[in-house]
Nanobody, 127 residues
Framework: QVQLVESGGGLVQPGGSLRLSCVHS????????IGWFRQAPGKEREGVSC????????NYADSVKGRFTISRDNAKNTVYLQMDNLKPEDTAVYYC????????????????????WGQGTQVTVSS
């Protein structure tokens, strides 16, 4: 069964850290990316970061560069999102999804084409 499952969300104070995990099925495609997206109340879903499964490609939204780090452990079929120096504006439901391998530095297309999603995990940054 094809699926993605997020975990690791919670309530944290501004300046704090969280690490999200996305456990995903090992898909039959050889080249794809796992991306993290988020959706705040009343806003559209936006791309946060992505990582290619079979090469070194990564990408980040400008709003999280220098604060968030994406990584993967293919042996565990898991992608992580380390979030440091969290801000109230990072509050959202975070989703991981599977998409095409457009996840490389300089790509402007890395947020499109995602066809499978997890159920989401809530991140709340508040004092």
């Amino acid at each position: 069964q094809v699926q993605l499952v997020e975990s690791g969300g919670g309530l944290v104070q501004p300046g704090g850290s969280l690490r999200l995990s996305c456990v995903h099925s090992r898909f039959t495609l050889d080249y794809y990316a796992i991306g993290w997206f988020r959706q705040a109340p009343g806003k559209e879903r936006e791309g946060v970061s992505c990582i290619a499964i079979n090469d070194d490609g990564t990408n980040y939204a400008d709003s999280v560069k220098g604060r968030f780090t994406i990584s993967r452990d293919n042996a565990k079929n898991t992608v992580y999102l380390q979030m440091d120096n969290l801000k109230p504006e990072d509050t959202a439901v975070y989703y991981c999804g599977r998409g095409p391998n457009l996840c490389y530095s300089g790509s402007r297309s890395w947020t499109i084409g995602y066809d499978l999603w997890g159920q989401g995990t809530q991140v709340t940054v508040s004092s």
